[in-house]
């Protein structure tokens, strides 16, 4: 059985939590508090992942893969969820980077300063105004995107939509008003109610 090391508040984790619903996999899941740092133990970097960061997918042969976007991937292998069209596959890969390195970074991180209610120290305070400003230019993105498209990838339901959707459904959480973005809060709730599709509070 696959093995996913996880935390239940981290988006990057329900990507694989929800793609291992909708595909109807069972697995276990441990849970590490980040809070307390059980992913900075020299177990878990022995063990799990040097990086020190959840998810990690244990495989049955104990081989582990790190990194949200790739787990998805993998899992996805073989599935209407990645797309067969070499273009298409290549598309989806464009928007799993543009999550990581325009989305992620701004609307995941201040989210995860006020949800685990981390101290506003003047480093934070000096970024935050950086961080919503790049995090509504990926909203404004999105908009411009699916204000004439239903999925980010070749027109179906994909990894892309997934790795997308975890950290975008729950913005607000960090401050991040989602009313001016009517595409997006329409393609939110056509994953919402996609069969299959669990809560990010669901292990």
């Known amino acids: 059985m696959l093995t996913l090391h996880d935390n239940l508040t981290s988006g990057n984790g329900y990507k694989c939590r929800l793609l291992l619903a909708l595909l109807k996999i069972p697995y276990r899941r441990i ?44 899992l996805a292998e073989g599935t209407p969820y990645l797309p067969a069209d070499r273009f298409a596959r290549a598309r989806a890969l464009s928007w799993m980077c543009f999550e990581q390195y325009s989305h992620e970074p701004n609307i995941a991180t201040v989210r995860y300063w006020i949800t685990h209610k981390l101290p506003m120290t003047p480093e934070r305070q000096a970024a935050l105004p950086g961080k919503r400003e790049q995090g509504y230019a990926a909203l404004d993105v999105m908009e411009r995107h699916l204000s004439s498209k239903d999925w980010f990838a070749g027109g179906q339901f994909s990894i892309a939509d997934i790795a997308l959707y975890a950290y975008t459904h729950v913005a607000g959480e960090g401050g991040f008003d989602l009313k001016p973005y009517p595409a997006v809060r329409a393609w939110l709730g056509r994953v919402a109610d996609r069969p299959g599709h669990i809560p990010i509070t669901q292990g």
């Open 31 to 74: 849970e590490y508090d980040i809070d307390r740092q059980e992913t900075r133990t020299q177990e878990f970097l022995t063990k799990v992942n040097p990086n020190g960061r959840i998810p990690v997918l244990e495989l049955e042969n104990g081989k582990r893969l790190a990194e949200s976007n790739a787990i998805i991937w993998y």
